[in-house]
């Protein structure tokens, strides 16, 4: 038995792979791919993901991508040490939080976008901006960088990414009245689709965001970091010392994020 993992220290929808390896304690064959430097549109990786992204998956040949469906697929193809509620109710829970993660992953993508891409890019020549964004093959994603670049933390799509965690925020901290876990008693996907993007967020210094408001939600990020999975699979590869970066161009931005924060949460 193989896996190949494609994948990117720091992105996060192929770190949830890697948590759900790690809980699973499968091996995997390790194929970094630098985002940074375009490895992503080469014709040999698009013909493994055609989406130009990662994760990719590849089990004894067969191709899986996008993140949620490898997580399933793994916990279906290695039943030993189980990530899904045997309950279909409690089965059914979780998949109601596993479709969140697109969503909550593009609010990810557009505060990382905002605070740190857009702090490299400002500082390229306008003609080196303009071809950044023309090598991007979707035409709503460039659209989107574009309006992210320009408009920076002050752009009505921070406020948009806001509301999408006030959202969740309040679902978590419902639920996890009833439980460590977000469907009980049972680690499972759904605590795993967005340890990462918990992480993302602390890294962009906007851990105030569950801190400052959301107790329940707060913990259960503290139980998710105290598991191995964690080191291993998030921690062991993006470590904080690696990061200063984000921490000095991020800091700065929280007062403003704070400010439009305190007034989406008026909404709920
Ligand atoms: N829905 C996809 C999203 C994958 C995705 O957007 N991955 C990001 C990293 S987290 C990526 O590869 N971005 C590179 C790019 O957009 O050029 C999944 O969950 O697998």
């Given at each position: 038995?193989?896996?190949?993992?494609?994948?990117?220290?720091?992105?996060?929808?192929?770190?949830?792979?890697?948590?759900?390896?790690?809980?699973?304690?499968?091996?995997?064959?390790?194929?970094?791919?630098?985002?940074?430097?375009?490895?992503?549109?080469?014709?040999?990786?698009?013909?493994?993901?055609?989406?130009?992204?990662?994760?990719?998956?590849?089990?004894?040949?067969?191709?899986?991508?996008?993140?949620?469906?490898?997580?399933?697929?793994?916990?279906?193809?290695?039943?030993?040490?189980?990530?899904?509620?045997?309950?279909?109710?409690?089965?059914?829970?979780?998949?109601?939080?596993?479709?969140?993660?697109?969503?909550?992953?593009?609010?990810?993508?557009?505060?990382?976008?905002?605070?740190?891409?857009?702090?490299?890019l400002m500082q390229k020549p306008p003609e080196e901006r303009a071809k950044r964004y023309e090598a991007m093959p979707n035409l709503a994603k460039r659209a989107k960088w574009v309006r992210m670049m320009e408009e920076g933390i002050e752009s009505?799509?921070?406020?948009?990414?806001?509301?999408?965690?006030?959202?969740?925020?309040?679902?978590?901290?419902?639920?996890?009245?009833?439980?460590?876990?977000?469907?009980?008693?049972?680690?499972?996907?759904?605590?795993?689709?967005?340890?990462?993007?918990?992480?993302?967020?602390?890294?962009?210094?906007?851990?105030?965001?569950?801190?400052?408001?959301?107790?329940?939600?707060?913990?259960?990020?503290?139980?998710?970091?105290?598991?191995?999975?964690?080191?291993?699979?998030?921690?062991?590869?993006?470590?904080?010392?690696?990061?200063?970066?984000?921490?000095?161009?991020?800091?700065?931005?929280?007062?403003?994020?704070?400010?439009?924060?305190?007034?989406?949460?008026?909404?709920?």
């Amino acid at each position: 038995m193989t896996l190949t993992l494609y994948h990117a220290d720091t992105a996060v929808c192929a770190a949830k792979v890697r948590v759900t390896l790690a809980e699973k304690g499968l091996a995997y064959e390790s194929c970094l791919i630098n985002l940074h430097e375009g490895d992503q549109f080469k014709p040999e990786y698009l013909k493994l993901n055609p989406n130009a992204v990662v994760p990719t998956l590849i089990h004894d040949g067969a191709v899986l991508i996008e993140s949620g469906i490898i997580n399933e697929y793994l916990d279906e193809a290695f039943p030993a040490n189980t990530l899904r509620p045997h309950d279909l109710v409690a089965r059914a829970r979780m998949r109601q939080w596993t479709k969140r993660e697109d969503t909550i992953h593009d609010a990810i993508n557009t505060m990382t976008a905002v605070i740190i891409f857009r702090h490299d890019l400002m500082q390229k020549p306008p003609e080196e901006r303009a071809k950044r964004y023309e090598a991007m093959p979707n035409l709503a994603k460039r659209a989107k960088w574009v309006r992210m670049m320009e408009e920076g933390i002050e752009s009505a799509l921070v406020r948009d990414a806001l509301q999408h965690f006030a959202k969740l925020y309040v679902d978590m901290e419902k639920v996890l009245a009833d439980g460590p876990w977000l469907t009980g008693e049972q680690f499972t996907l759904a605590d795993i689709g967005f340890i990462s993007f918990f992480y993302r967020l602390e890294m962009l210094q906007c851990a105030g965001l569950w801190r400052d408001h959301f107790p329940r939600v707060t913990d259960w990020f503290e139980r998710c970091k105290a598991r191995p999975s964690f080191k291993t699979a998030i921690l062991d590869l993006v470590p904080p010392p690696a990061y200063p970066k984000y921490e000095q161009i991020a800091r700065p931005l929280w007062p403003k994020v704070d400010s439009v924060w305190r007034d989406v949460l008026t909404l709920f």
